[in-house]
């Protein structure tokens, strides 16, 4: 945990776009907020899209903190799940040995970037446990049922799935017509043609042991591994309590994950709706197509800091860019926010300046805004272009306004 300075002056409350209903709404709903954000699945090293995802949410807890505010913030790590085991297949590594590598170079990507360390980071693989008395209690509640596995390494296995038909509100967080949901389902980890489901969307819970895979203690599901929704539903019940106030993920989670792990999390808490508000970080993408592990097509945090690139350029480069909407990387970007991060620091660094309270309501207003960091930015220029043109006499202004970056933005300059 990074020490975060006080920014004096009062900040408005802050309000976020929820997927679910359209509405920007607050994101506190009490003294404490609750914030779960889907984690990584560590296969491979962070690329822009996840480090925008995590600074996004990075932002929002810094202001809801400077709003008066505690957070609870806790993030998965999807350390078991298909496409951790094809890579490490792949690459004749083992599975663990992998995710292992994979978290800690996560961890000092998101150090280098300032952001702010959840306060629970919890695996799912030390969490299974956890997760099979909630997927046996889906099934004797008849949210669930098995379908029987004669692939799998034990006779009479019996895979699970949670019976999507059962849920009236299934489709409230993503509003997908059946025809939209199959149409990313498969591509999004789903099994739209396993046979013996009874719906092509109903989602895995816990698949029985194959030869070749990892095994847990399943209870009465058999030995076996959970599936990737449940994860997320049983780690936010556990640690959080559901509802929670805002979850959080890109906006290739909204379906099928968020739409499933909420329909899993609602089962089980019996809570008409699995969190305050669904915010979703815009797809960075690439040369026109979005970022991706699987594609290949990634600039890494790890790469740029390897050839020397100020992390706090990175961030600059990642808080340019609204959250809401989806972006192209491109060097050029990278270059502005050097410029910036350059301008800023000389600015900063004068005995004097002009009065800097009204700038720091400024980047309080717009990061309450549904946290419009571009017109944060905004507004630090206006003083940094003003300090060099004209100078001005407030010999405390740099340090309000150091501080403010550092606590409100997490720019350290
Ligand atoms: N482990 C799951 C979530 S439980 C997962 O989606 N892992 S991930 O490694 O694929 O992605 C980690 C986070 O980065 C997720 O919130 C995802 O939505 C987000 N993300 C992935 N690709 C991009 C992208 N190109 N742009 C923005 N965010 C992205
Ligand atoms: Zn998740």
Redesign the pocket.
């Given at each position: 945990m990074p020490f975060i300075p006080k920014v004096p002056g009062s900040a408005p409350e802050v309000r976020v776009r929820d997927t679910a209903s359209g509405e920007l709404v607050p994101a506190a709903r009490g003294d404490v907020v609750t914030l779960y954000?889907?984690?990584?699945?560590?296969?491979?090293a962070t690329?822009?899209?996840?480090a925008?995802?995590?600074v996004t949410f990075d932002l929002l807890g810094r202001a809801l903190r400077d709003s008066g505010h505690a957070v609870r913030y806790v993030q998965?790590?999807?350390d078991i799940?298909d496409?951790l085991l094809e890579r490490a297949e792949r690459d004749g590594v083992d599975w663990r040995d992998l995710a292992t590598r994979e978290i800690a170079l996560f961890r000092e990507d998101m150090t280098a970037l300032a952001v702010i360390p959840p306060d629970e980071y919890l695996g799912a693989v030390e969490s299974i446990p956890t997760f099979v008395g909630p997927i046996e209690k889906l099934v004797a509640d008849g949210w669930a049922y098995a379908v029987p596995a004669p692939d799998a390494s034990r006779e009479g296995a019996q895979d699970h799935y949670f019976d999507v038909a059962r849920d009236p509100r299934f489709g409230s967080v993503s509003h997908l017509d059946e025809a939209g949901m199959m149409e990313v389902f498969a591509e999004r980890g789903g099994d739209p043609d396993r046979e013996g489901k009874r719906n092509r969307l109903d989602a895995l819970l816990w698949r029985a042991h194959r030869e070749g895979e990892p095994e847990w203690d399943g209870g009465s599901l058999g030995s076996g591994r959970p599936g990737?929704h449940i994860?997320?539903a049983c780690i936010a019940l556990d640690h959080l309590g559901i509802p929670v106030d805002v979850q959080?993920?890109?906006?290739?989670?909204v379906f099928p994950?968020h739409e499933m792990?909420s329909a899993h999390g609602r089962a089980l808490s019996g809570s008409e709706t699995f969190a305050g508000s669904f915010v979703?970080?815009?797809?960075?993408?690439l040369d026109g197509e979005?970022?991706?592990?699987s594609k290949g097509n990634l600039v890494l945090v790890s790469q740029l800091r390897r050839d020397g690139v100020d992390p706090m350029a990175i961030r600059l480069a990642l808080l340019a860019r609204h959250h809401a909407h989806?972006w192209m990387w491109t060097d050029d970007q990278l270059a502005e926010a050097q410029q910036r991060l350059a301008t800023w620091r000389e600015a900063l660094s004068g005995n004097g300046g002009p009065v800097a309270d009204q700038t720091v309501d400024d980047i309080r207003a717009a990061l309450a805004d549904d946290l419009d960091s571009p017109r944060a930015l905004e507004a630090v220029d206006r003083w940094a272009s003003q300090a060099l043109t004209r100078g001005g006499d407030d010999p405390g202004a740099p340090g309000v306004l150091g501080r403010a970056l550092d606590a409100l933005l997490g720019v350290r300059l």
């Open positions: 954000v889907c984690g990584i699945t560590p296969y491979d690329h822009m899209g996840h925008a995802t995590y998965n790590i999807t799940d496409p990737w994860e997320c959080g993920g890109g906006t290739d989670l994950h792990s979703h970080q815009g797809m960075v993408g979005k970022m991706s592990k989806d």
